[in-house]
């Protein structure tokens, strides 16, 4: 069963009636149960729940219906129950048939909404079905098929306008794009009448696509035009609405159509853009215009839970915190609306935004705790309505810098769609929900280089207006008051993002300028990782700003060398560690790329608050973050040059620089011999740092450049070397040096008996 049909089949049944004993055997058989373990556990000899209406599949799930508006304590119950503790099911699922609260054992996840909304979370069960939930997000069908189906327009339009592929054009047609992107999603949304695009390019689009260049520019220029300014226009034209928000601000041009092409557009226009979700969607799209990427279609993005282990210490444990506090405080009311003040006044900034993914999952937290705000205030209210206070969180309150120009216009795009949809819900809690058009302004998101730009420039310090006294004004021979524009203390800037890592090897000669221009006074800035920059742009911006940053890195700036060279020095900036994650497995977005160990750390100027140390499954409280990570005072160990009581000196070992294929764990290495027994004449033992610390056992290949014929000729092998090529060549100059000798590391560090034992 794929994950279309779980959808489907879990849509069909928050629609039956709801039955209270049935419902959990229901949900098991949507989330693909074999049904000899159904039938063990209606019979009851596989069942070891507590009540007899329990259901309890061992490691599985633990289901209890909940008396109507228990649902929550119902929960409380199954996670302090005894059979919980024993049976270890991997999800506790509770229901009254309005409500449903579900809690996940291993990834200490919660899910609770609406019974009829279940589907709307039918990623958070996946697991039951044998599909971990970052796989999920990534296969998301709708993203999927639509991502599929621009690619196919962006190829067809590209072959029919061969002039189209110089770089000026580029940012024409990635606008043009983002703009046809825009009017599908507004269509099935509401935005527009009903198919009015669809049908517009399809009645008037020509029946070769001839005329379709024409219309898409007519439409584009009447978007910017509100409706009293339009003169002349044909219905067809005026019956699209003023749209505003800058996505429409520039005349361009727009590509020419064939029949194809056409075909391609109504076809994707046909699809139902109400599903797609904005923080994973632009990733995608992404790889719909950079054809390098194509073979990763819908992993480019950075998973909720890894977004979310910076933006909650951060700042949204704070706002959690605050709210906590509020509830039930004599001074209630007046706590929430300063809770609603602060909310108002956050920006977040990510100088390394790419597809805005960060930005987008920080606006949809905070617009829901805001909501939860209002409901609370009418709680407490006695009845009386606060929701036509509008929102306070504007796009306008959220900052960007990208490098790919696509990115950035898919990101101002993402979060325009992250809005509406954010409104939809708003509606529905509260009644009403702003207009979708005119846009409002959107997000401030800038195309350049991050570590050029100045980033007051960007995200600039926030300021308010304030009344002065009373002055005396000659002209009018009279008192008057005045008003000046000062920095707004209140204001809180959280810098966040997963910026680029690249190791001091794997850099080109632009990223080493970039570096040297960035830290011009740091000693061995040649020796440091790509992603030291963003931190210590981050550490000159706090200097200015009432603000604190949060960064997914990579483990090694944390390790070795890299603490002197860099943390030292950052820290003489007056800015400390303010909370970290240990590190843990990520693989990273390039194509080819291992998996890498990374680490989150928050950054803030010096303070007497308590510092938290995370790793998977707690949260510890200490007084002060290392350099190292660890709970300790600031310590560096320094390097010196010559060891100081006679040991010998430490050697280089031997780097790899291979993208992972010339190195394999145990398995890996099993199944190559068993697919091929010559093979173990070219295999080592390798032993590195995390193999010495932490246990464990790999494998490398190992091939002499006179054995490397033989080594070749093995198709295994020879699959590997060609990897190998690949990774190098598109990585940095030392990388690219190394593409002739793929079947060897780039440092080879050998003693003598080993080689000579093998017949030198």
Known sequence: ?????????????????????????????????????????????????????????????????????????????????KAAKTQKPRFLLATDGHEVAAYDTKTDDTCHCDFDKLNDCFDFFLPLAGIEKYEAVAENPADIKAAGRLAKLHDEIELHNPDWLVPEKRHVLNLFLTRILFCMFAEDTGGFDQDLFVKTISDHGGSDGEHLQDLLKRLFDVMNVPDDRRGEVPAHIRAFPYVNGGLFADSTEVPAFNRRAKRMLVEAAQLDWREINPDIFGSMIQAVVDTDMRGDLGMHYTSVPNIMKVLQPLFLMSLEEEFERARGHREERSLLRKLLTRISKIRVFDPACGSGNFLIIAYRELRSLEMRVFQRLDEIGGGQTTWREQSGVKLSNFYGIELADFAVETTKLSLWIAEYQMNQRFKSLFGEAPKSFPLREGGHIVCGNALRLDWLQVCPRPMKTVQKEKIFDLARVEKVHATEQVPDEEAEIFVVGNPQFEGAREQTKAQKDDMRHCMPDYEGVNSLDYVCCWFEKAAQFMQSTNSAAGFVATSSICQGQSVSLFWKQLRSRGVEIAFAHHPFKWRNNAKNNAAVSCIIVGLTLKSKAPKFLYDDVNRKRVNNISAYLTENEDVYVEKLMNPSDGRPELVLGNQAIDGGHLILSSDERDKLLIANPEIEAFLRPLLGNNDFFQGGRRYCIWVHDRDYPKANSIPELAERFRRVAEYRRTGGEVARSLVHIPYRFRYVHEANPSYSREGA
């Open 1 to 81: 069963m794929n994950i279309a049909e779980i959808v489907m089949q879990l849509a069909d049944l928050v629609k039956e009636p709801f039955d209270q004993g049935e419902f959990a055997f229901r949900m098991l058989e949507v989330y693909n149960a074999p049904k000899a373990t159904l039938t063990k556990l209606r019979s009851g000899t596989q069942n070891k729940g507590e009540k007899p209406s329990d259901v309890l599949w061992s490691r599985k799930l633990y289901y209890r219906a909940a008396p109507v508006g228990k649902v929550a304590e119902t929960l409380d119950q199954l996670r302090e129950s």
